[in-house]
């Protein structure tokens, strides 16, 4: 094949391919973000690290899809408009043909790769910061008024009437209880400013009292302040909060795979971690296996000259099928036993060699006799049908 003509293919299917992967990662990032995040996360900027979390994972889950169905899609053109009997018409194998997509797909799985073991892990984890800060109310602009929160493992509760601005509430109600004094405070403010700094927020109260009472007393002290400062371990400036643990996911590199001795004791971890190991090491080869399956497909199917080429568009939904399935087989089945990581494994050599047996079938059928230098070739000899 002419080397302008396999620029041109791997041209058109990588442009294919990008945009069929915006296409798709863009809706499922946005539906993911906005089943987590609720409305005021947009007011407390929540929504770029969301999205950082989110985005390589996604990328990299659905790349596959988008190369192989962008062959396909590329295939199904070219059989429609009397390609592929132009290229079998100048003695070009199935396997000359593949070449375009073949040098794509591979291009797709060292990406696939360098996402899934080191971008992926390097920001999903902002995700899940994301998620903590919300289950635990640490982000001051997403409380709701007039709603009750506790911090402080239950020490202290927090209530105000309505807010003033992004970071000033108005009427606001503390209960704390003073571990080292072993007291319990009620504190009122006719108005609170959060201030953010490197390591939390603290809280200027302004025009309010404060009333005490010592562990076991019956006795209240009362009194009353212009301004009164109190800490309060929310996200500040520093970034969102840490959370007390780490997951498999969020592990890049060889690092991951030294975690497996690491998690052997423990059955739920060692599950975990082999879900993640048959997404990281399966997902991106998907790219190339996908491609070839999507083009013996068509090939199969569909006619050189263009004929039944409507049926042949059906053929495109195997590929996500097949994705899918393996990508649930991977999530679910290998976290209830790390054993069937092989079903996965399987699935995916059988789909290859499928593939391969098809196309070498294929280029079988289309292969003729060869033509002596300076005959004109005969394609009802060789078996096709002229254009």
């Known amino acids: 094949m002419p080397k302008l003509l396999y620029a041109y293919l791997a041209k058109r299917i990588a442009l294919s391919a990008l945009l069929i992967e915006l296409s798709l990662c863009i809706p499922v990032v946005m539906t993911s973000i906005f089943h987590y995040l609720p409305p005021t996360a947009v007011r407390g900027g929540l929504l770029w690290p969301a999205l950082l979390g989110t985005m390589p994972t996604v990328l990299y889950i659905a790349l596959p899809i988008a190369v192989g169905v962008a062959i396909m899609l590329e295939f199904i053109r070219m059989s429609s408009e009397g390609m592929i009997a132009v290229l079998y018409s100048l003695r070009l ?13 591979l291009g797709a799985v060292v990406i696939g790769y360098a ?17 903590y800060v919300i289950r635990n109310s640490l982000n001051h602009r997403m409380l709701e008024p007039a709603t009750f929160y506790t911090f402080d493992n239950g020490t202290r509760t927090l209530y105000f009437q309505r807010w003033q601005s992004p970071d000033v509430a108005l009427g606001v109600f503390i209960h704390a209880f003073d571990t080292e004094k072993q007291e319990e405070r009620v504190i009122t403010a006719a108005s609170t400013e959060f201030r953010r700094n490197a390591t939390g927020v603290v809280m200027v109260m302004s025009n309010g009292s404060i009333q005490t009472r010592a562990q076991g007393s019956v006795n209240m002290r009362g009194a009353n302040f212009e301004e009164y400062v109190m800490p309060i371990d929310m996200q500040g400036t520093g970034g969102l909060p840490k959370r007390s643990w780490r997951g498999v996911f969020e592990v890049p590199g060889a690092e991951f795979f030294r975690e497996r001795d690491a998690d052997a004791h423990d059955p739920q971890r060692l599950a975990e971690w082999t879900s993640e190991a048959a997404k990281r090491t399966g997902i991106p080869l998907l790219a190339l296996v996908h491609s070839l399956f ?47 990581v092989w079903v996965v494994a399987l699935a995916i050599l059988a789909e290859f060699v499928a593939a391969l047996i098809m196309l070498q079938r294929q280029n079988a059928i289309r292969s003729g006799p060869a033509v002596p230098d300076g005959q004109p070739l005969d394609l009802r000899a060789a078996g096709q049908t002229p254009v």
């Open 115 to 131: 996402i899934s073991s080191y971008i992926a892990p390097s920001y999903v984890g902002q995700m899940h910061d994301v998620i």
């Open 294 to 340: 999507g083009i013996a497909l068509v090939l199969t199917v569909s006619s050189a000259t263009g004929r039944g080429s409507s049926a042949t568009t059906m053929t495109v939904l195997a590929v996500p099928a097949a994705h899918i399935a393996i990508l649930i087989a991977a999530e679910t089945l290998v976290r209830k036993d790390p054993r069937l």
């Open 93 to 105: 194998s199935v396997w000359s043909i593949c070449i375009p997509p073949v040098v794509v797909s």
